[in-house]
């Protein structure tokens, strides 16, 4: 093929629409792999990132993506597992890991479980607004 080829040409410009065109390199890759169902591709390449990468905030997005990936195929266990592991890591960011886990046993119906964690969540983001308004 050439580059004169249009049909190429057109297929590489959707692939880049529906890529997140802001997106930049590997993660650009993953998008692409979950958009053509290759979930199994998408989760070696975050398991190769989180292997790789030192800094945290770095690390609460891979454990975010990877775990998106893994709830896809079905796999809540483990999916919750990377969430409390990211937990762990990452304090900072508890607020979206704890609604990661919250979604995950909503989904598994394990609504009571939901709640208590829901209810942890919130107790949590009420006594860090009581510090912070404090500090």
Known sequence: MSDNDEQLNVLITEMREQTLPSTKGWYRLDHLLIKLDYLNKAEQVYRIFLDQILEIQK?????????????????????????RTNLSVNYGNWDCSYNNIVFIYEDTGEYTVERLVFENSLEIRQQYSIRSIIH
Request: charged share 30%; aromatic share 8%; with cysteine.
């Open 59 to 83: 690390k609460d997005d891979i454990y975010h993506r990877l775990g998106c990936i893994i709830n896809d195929q079905g796999i809540h266990e483990e999916t919750l597992e990377l969430f």
